[in-house]
């Protein structure tokens, strides 16, 4: 079926700097992918959807200064933390939209962010 | 306002026996409702994805249930496994937008040896 990966899986990085996170479908163009933040034993909270060719779309409360959204490509999502505290540490899930399967979704298998 | 309501909101239960999950929702006009399976620090798996018109769908052990009318959904799980051990979330996306998706918190599942 279809797959999406995030990379890296796993990253810490110190107070103050930034830091990417990539999202791709590695075998369907997804002009839509869907950016989530998840805290333990909690649900997935959506951030922002990114529109290939257009800006993201954030949720109320996300800052869009602080969470960059790019998505360049039909395969390629990114979701750059830039000055990162250690209240941004949290797990990480973007999801893409396949068009050619029905508009199914398929999820990344996350990222954890630490940040020291 | 669109919500998705999930019960219980953990269970547990010896390995071999069954379970059903519950999903009440409120999400209009409706579209599909979809049950997703998250391991702990993983990314949510696609179990079923129902529309409007179906009123059950398998996968393999999982047997996801939809009345539209009552507005509510159930995941029974046969036979249960150890590896069934996980977050159970149903998912309900609205009829006007692809792009919009109104999570549930989750049923957390613990299956016991």
């Known amino acids: 079926g279809a797959v999406v990966s995030q990379h890296p899986s796993r990253v810490i990085c110190k107070s103050g700097t930034s830091v990417k996170i990539e999202c791709r479908s590695l075998d369907f163009q997804a002009t839509t992918m869907f950016w989530y933040r998840q805290f333990p034993k909690k649900s997935l909270m959506l951030m922002a959807t990114s529109n290939e060719g257009s800006k993201a779309t954030y949720e109320q409360g996300v800052e869009k200064d602080k969470f960059l959204i790019n998505h360049a490509s039909l395969t390629l999502s990114t979701l750059t933390v830039t000055s990162a505290h250690p209240e941004d540490s949290s797990f990480y899930i973007c999801?893409?939209?396949?068009?050619?399967?029905?508009?199914?979704?398929?999820f990344g298998e996350g990222s954890w962010l630490t940040v020291v | 306002k669109n919500q998705v309501e999930q019960s219980p909101q953990s269970l547990i239960i010896l390995e071999g026996k069954n379970c059903t999950l519950q999903?009440?929702?409120?999400?209009?006009?409706?579209?599909?409702l979809r049950w997703y399976k998250q391991d702990t620090g993983r990314g949510p798996v696609s179990l079923t994805i129902m529309t409007f018109s179906e009123n059950t769908k398998s996968n393999g052990r999982y047997t996801a249930t939809l009345d539209a009318d009552t507005k509510q959904s159930s995941l029974h799980i046969t036979a249960s496994q150890l590896s069934d051990s996980a977050s159970y979330i149903c998912?309900?996306?609205?009829?006007?937008?692809?792009?919009?998706?109104?999570f549930g918190k989750g049923t957390m599942l613990l299956v016991s040896p």
């Open positions: 998912v309900v996306s609205l009829n006007s937008g692809y792009s919009t998706l109104t």
């Open positions: 999903c009440n929702y409120t999400v209009s006009p409706f579209s599909n």
């Open positions: 999801s893409a939209r396949d068009q050619g399967s029905g508009n199914t979704i398929y």
